[in-house]
T-cell receptor, first 114, second 114 residues
Framework: NAGVTQTPKFQVLKTGQSMTLQCAQD?????MSWYRQDPGMGLRLIHY???????DQGEVPNGYNVSRSTTEDFPLRLLSAAPSQTSVYFC?????????????FGNGTRLTVT | AQSVTQPDIHITVSEGASLELRCNYS??????LFWYVQSPGQGLQLLLK??????LVQGIKGFEAEFKRSQSSFNLRKPSVHWSDAAEYFC????????????FGQGTTLQVKP
């Protein structure tokens, strides 16, 4: 049972570099989302997707891009990294059901931008 | 505005003592409430959820939470804390649409004294 898999676990970038954080789930969940976690601020939603080909912005979308070409994958792209993007990033998925189904989280990617 | 407040950033309890973590929410529609736990270096794991019905909900690891609509609260409780309960706890609220979008509180770090 892989669940939600995030790669890499750790990454260091220089200001201005770009990179893609990978997220894959094997539970056939339609809903996927990206959160960032910062001390004292809990988790904040960056982008989310309700199905392949459909994405939308969350609370803090600036500087990030997403796409959803398949049900399984939901990569997060940093277009030009800034020190303010130093954070821990979590990908999550949830299934379709009659009621609000809980989020399943990956183990996170710790990103440092210098 | 939709928000979740966890008033206690850090709580220390002795092993075997009872625990209550506070959560207050502000949400314009019927709230769907969750408690998640995060161990160091890990993703978030669902402890329990409230959608409707009985206002006292049971979760995993001996945790329970009580929904009080009049107080806009969803406090987490455990009668006897174990050293392995030391972690960070997050309260979250979502709406009735199953989009995987949650609003998280700032988190409460629980330390357990032997």
């Amino acid at each position: 049972n892989a669940g939600v898999t995030q790669t890499p676990k750790f990454q260091v970038l220089k200001t201005g570099q770009s990179m893609t954080l990978q997220c894959a789930q094997d539970m056939n969940h339609e809903y996927m989302s990206w959160y960032r976690q910062d001390p004292g601020m809990g988790l904040r939603l960056i982008h989310y997707s309700v199905g392949a080909g459909i994405t939308d912005q969350g609370e803090v979308p600036n500087g990030y891009n997403v796409s959803r070409s398949t049900t399984e994958d939901f990569p997060l792209r940093l277009l030009s990294a800034a020190p303010s993007q130093t954070s821990v990033y979590f990908c999550a998925s949830s299934g379709v059901s009659g009621v609000h189904s809980p989020l399943h989280f990956g183990n996170g990617t710790r990103l440092t931008v210098t | 505005a939709q928000s979740v407040t966890q008033p206690d950033i850090h709580i220390t309890v002795s092993e075997g003592a009872s625990l209550e973590l506070r959560c207050n929410y502000s949400y314009g529609a019927t709230p769907y409430l969750f408690w998640y736990v995060q161990s160091p270096g890990q993703g978030l794991q669902l402890l329990l959820k409230y959608f409707s019905g009985d206002t006292l909900v049971q979760g995993i690891k001996g945790f329970e939470a009580e929904f009080k609509r009049s107080q806009s609260s969803f406090n987490l409780r455990k009668p006897s804390v174990h050293w392995s309960d030391a972690a960070e706890y997050f309260c979250a609220v979502g709406g009735s649409s199953n989009t995987g979008k949650l609003i998280f509180g700032q988190g409460t770090t629980l330390q357990v004294k032997p």
